[in-house]
């Protein structure tokens, strides 16, 4: 991450092969934030990050050697495993607890209470990029369990609490609760 006055240029090494194919102005997730490829070279790519990135994200936050979840745009007629996400960040939250047990890991983040309405049992949001089933909720807080594959196969293997990681909230949760509350509020309730 190098700093340029009110921005900063990313840039990432990839596995090999993951690039193959890529253009300047393509999409890739990383950490769940939706960036432009302005730059690539063999297995690295660079992405500008601006001040509402830089403010909204954990990615100035990133150190030489940090892993990132990541992922490419999908195309017309591939799978669509998981759910849907766009890569918006919402907000930023912190894990305040993590439990290991045999077979899996419950971790706890804490984020401002005002996205909480936007946060259901069973429903799911982005974790870093990651799509997740929401566990428990409650005010400011919600857990999620992982299995061993998605610690493995992502960037919770190296979080611990204190870690900080962007929130991206279901989007057709969003709305319907904003549209109820518009409509409430425009009938006096």
């Not at 921005?7 to 432009?36: E, H, M």
């Amino acid at each position: 991450l190098r700093a340029l006055g009110d921005f900063a240029r990313l840039k990432l090494t990839f596995p090999p092969g993951t690039l193959s194919g890529i253009l300047i102005g393509a999409s890739v997730s990383c950490n769940g934030t939706c960036l432009t490829v302005v730059e690539t070279a063999g297995d690295t790519a660079s992405f500008d990050l601006i001040v509402e990135t830089l403010r909204a994200t954990n990615l100035g936050e990133l150190l030489p050697g940090s892993k990132v979840n990541f992922e490419r745009s999908a195309r017309v007629g591939d799978e669509i495993g998981g759910h849907t996400v766009s890569g918006h960040v919402h907000v930023q939250a912190k894990i305040v607890e993590q439990v290991d047990t045999e077979n899996n890991r419950m971790v706890m983040f804490e984020l401002d209470s005002k996205w909480s309405k936007y946060i259901l049992p069973k429903g799911f949001v982005a974790v870093d990029g990651c799509s997740l089933t929401v566990g428990e909720t409650s005010a400011g807080r919600f857990n999620v369990w992982l299995i061993p594959e998605t610690i493995r196969q992502t960037v919770f293997d190296g979080k611990n609490v204190g870690s900080t990681v962007n929130i991206e909230i279901e989007s057709q949760t969003q709305a319907i609760v904003d549209t109820i509350e518009r409509v409430l509020a425009e009938k006096g309730l």
